[in-house]
């Protein structure tokens, strides 16, 4: 009892560690250390008590790494989202406790342990990841061990191996090491482990193509008003970007301008002042402006019509150009699935979504000039198949308009931005974030920061941004990565239990008849 207490408090202090590895504070050599702690709670647990220690450490996880949701519809939603999402993570707990009883005792010492126990857990660890981020409805990508290392020495490792496959190697250095320290080995061994390590540390970001630069100027409004629950007259958030893209100088000679999304609190269609004002600023700097708005898609009746979270370029010249449409909305933010169903059950919470997003339909590439720009609106950011369908496009830039207003000055937005950092290492390309209140930065296709701006104040980022061409290997390959580390860790557990089986079987055969 005295072990399984000690346990739950190391699972518990494991999941403090690893949530303050994420920024706001950003110290990701704690990843490491809260990883390891989550690991060796795990260490000689039944199923039921690595569940109960899984879940205890999920909650001291879950619950601060996501505060910054209570923000918008309050504390119900932010406890159910941490409360899930710690519920799976028990559920991978209770895969590596038994991963680690099965093949410790299968085999107790040497080299076979040290690399394949950790290859196992580590396995498991990203299986765990994958299901939770693409299930329940779209899944809840935020917070996979990889986004911690946004500022580590071993970001550019994500150029390789993606997100996924970045969080595997972080779980099986830490694994590597407690096994050496658990296992008799020879010194061989130490040696493998030691390179394994060092290869890590050093390996350098798989470089892409330069094939030239644009100007872009990213805005950022400062407009509170973009929030949900925040009062504010209609076109005040319009109106707010406006004034900012004026600070612009006459000769700034820009090729695009990037505004955030929900720049557009007006309906560009419908709004002669909307379009007119758009024309003049795209004439007055002779470049199109990449823009938001909702787009509504009619239906038979009101009924049936369909919303969508949309960007698009407007030209002085054509006026709408080319649109994307957003293609993860979030679940009981931007939409409710199985509306009715919940409706029942908190018919206050559900009430408070008025209107529902659809998911975008059209391809992830905006069409700017000569530009092709791979887009993201916010949430989109944390989706790896968006990610590499808008560079296998022939994406050569990417943009990640996002809307941070309805979290205010949390640390929600500095975790977007590692997202944007990573894949801008990921996918070997530059991208460029505009918030409505921030934080807004843009990166170059090796993570260098190129500009930022500081959250809640007006202001523009004009940068020549690289253009890029080629596939990173985390691009080309990419979900087979974390499919095969993920069925390398299932396939370990599994042929672990039919060993035992086999072996058990053996032992009863040769006992002999009486």
């Not at 199923?47 to 205890?56: D, S």
């Not at 396995?123 to 994958?130: I, P, V, Y």
């Not at 030239?212 to 958030?237: H, K, L, M, N, W």
């Not at 007006?458 to 390959?477: N, R």
Request: glycine share 10%; hydrophobic share 45%.
């Amino acid at each position: 009892m005295r072990s399984f207490w000690l346990s739950l408090l190391g699972a518990v202090a494991g999941g403090l560690l690893l949530r303050a590895a994420f920024p706001g504070p950003a110290l990701w050599p704690l990843a490491f250390i809260g990883i390891g702690l989550v690991l060796c709670s795990l260490m000689h647990r039944s199923a039921g008590g690595a569940f109960l220690v899984g879940l205890a450490s999920g909650l001291a996880y879950y619950f601060p790494l996501i505060a910054w949701a209570s923000l918008f519809l309050g504390p119900v939603p932010w406890s159910a989202l941490s409360v899930l999402s710690s519920l799976f993570w028990a559920g991978g707990a209770v895969l590596i406790a038994i991963a680690y009883r099965r093949l410790t005792a299968r085999w107790e010492n040497g080299a076979r342990r040290v690399f394949l126990v950790p290859a196992a857990v580590a396995g498991l660890w990203t299986l765990r990841e994958a299901i939770y981020s693409a299930w329940p409805y779209g899944g809840f990508a935020w917070g996979r061990v990889a986004q911690s290392q946004s500022a580590s020495p071993f970001a550019e490792l994500v150029s390789w191996l993606g997100l996924s496959g970045m969080g595997f190697v972080m779980v099986f250095l830490v694994a590597l090491t407690l096994e050496l320290g658990r296992a008799r080995v020879r010194p061989q061994t130490w040696a493998t482990a030691a390179s394994a390590v060092l290869v890590v540390a050093v390996v350098p970001i798989y470089p892409t193509t330069e094939i030239g630069s644009a100007r872009i100027a990213a805005v950022q409004g400062d407009t509170p008003e973009a929030a949900y629950f925040v009062d504010g007259d209609p076109g005040d958030v319009f109106l707010g970007h406006v004034d900012a893209t004026l600070t612009i100088p006459d000769d700034a000679d820009v090729d695009v301008i990037l505004w955030p999304e929900g720049s557009i609190d007006l309906d560009p269609k419908t709004s002669t002042g909307v379009r007119r004002t758009l024309d003049q600023l795209s004439e007055q700097y002779g470049a199109p402006i990449v823009a938001n708005a909702v787009t509504v898609e009619e239906g038979a009746s009101a009924d049936d019509d369909r919303f969508f979270n949309s960007q698009f370029v407007w030209d002085a010249e054509s006026g709408w150009g080319d649109q994307y449409d957003k293609k993860h909305p979030i679940p009981f933010g931007e939409y409710v699935p199985d509306r009715e169903f919940w409706y029942s059950l908190a018919p206050d919470l559900i009430g408070l979504i008025g209107r529902g997003y659809s998911p975008g339909e059209r391809d992830s590439i905006l069409e700017v000039g000569d530009i092709r720009a791979g887009t993201y609106i916010c949430y989109d950011i944390v989706d790896d198949v968006l990610i590499r369908d808008a560079v296998l496009e022939g994406a050569t830039v990417l943009f990640a308009p996002s809307n941070n207003a309805d979290f205010g000055k949390t640390d929600e937005p500095a975790q977007q931005l590692a997202f944007a950092r990573l894949r801008s290492m990921e996918t070997g390309r530059s991208i460029v974030q505009a918030s409505t209140v921030g934080l807004s930065a843009i990166y170059s296709p090796e993570g260098e920061v190129l500009a930022e701006l500081p959250w809640y104040e007006p202001g523009v980022m004009i940068v020549d941004v690289p253009l890029a061409d080629g596939l990173t290997p985390a691009v080309l390959f990419g979900r087979g990565i974390e499919v095969t580390l993920a069925a390398l860790g299932l396939g370990l557990l599994v042929g672990a239990g039919s060993s035992k089986t086999q072996r058990t079987s053996t032992a009863t055969a040769r006992i002999p008849r009486r």
